[in-house]
């Protein structure tokens, strides 16, 4: 048995290519779009879709102006149902920025922590060649560029207080 398709298409011409309901034309999510009886006035148990994704906002929008262009809905209410979409469009905006925020700064430590693993190994393999007599002037030139990463600026040496604190008594 071959499964019906969803015939929905987008703004670039192509299908959605998701499974459409049983005895309808679109999928789950699309049916909001096309149902007559899926907007407000259009059915006593009518609710705004839940803002829990992008496209919430835009079937929100998508059904206010669908309803007051049938005449099911006055202006007034079509401006209050566009105005909280948008309302929830920027909070969605907010949550989804946030979220990205996030896992950058996630992957941004895990790479530093392999970053510093890494170095680490080869510091300790750096230290058992030296350790076996394998001292080499290549050996110690690696383990300073290992260790440059981890270490704290210098302070730059300032000859006057130098000599302040070597004339200064020790108790």
Do not use: W
Request: hydrophobic share 35%; net charge neutral; charged share 30%.
């Amino acid at each position: 048995m071959e499964t019906k398709l969803c015939e929905h298409r987008t703004l670039g011409g192509n299908k959605c290519d998701a499974p459409a309901l049983r005895d309808r034309a679109y999928c789950r999510h699309h049916l909001r779009f096309y149902d007559p009886q899926d907007m407000p006035a259009g059915r006593t148990d009518y609710a705004p879709a839940v803002p829990d994704a992008p496209e919430a906002a835009l079937l929100s929008v998508h059904q206010a102006t669908r309803a007051f262009l049938a005449g099911k809905i006055d202006e007034k209410t079509c401006r209050l149902l566009i105005y909280a979409a948008q309302v929830n469009s920027q909070i969605m905006g907010q949550r989804l920025a946030h979220q990205r925020h996030v896992e950058h700064v996630e992957q941004e430590y895990f790479k530093q922590i392999a970053a510093e693993d890494r170095a680490n190994a080869l510091l300790q393999h750096a230290i058992r060649a030296i350790g076996k007599g394998e001292d080499s002037p290549e050996i110690r030139k690696e383990i300073e560029e290992l260790l440059k990463p981890f270490q704290r600026p210098r302070v730059p040496r300032i000859p006057q207080i130098d000599a302040q604190l070597a004339a200064q008594p020790h108790e």
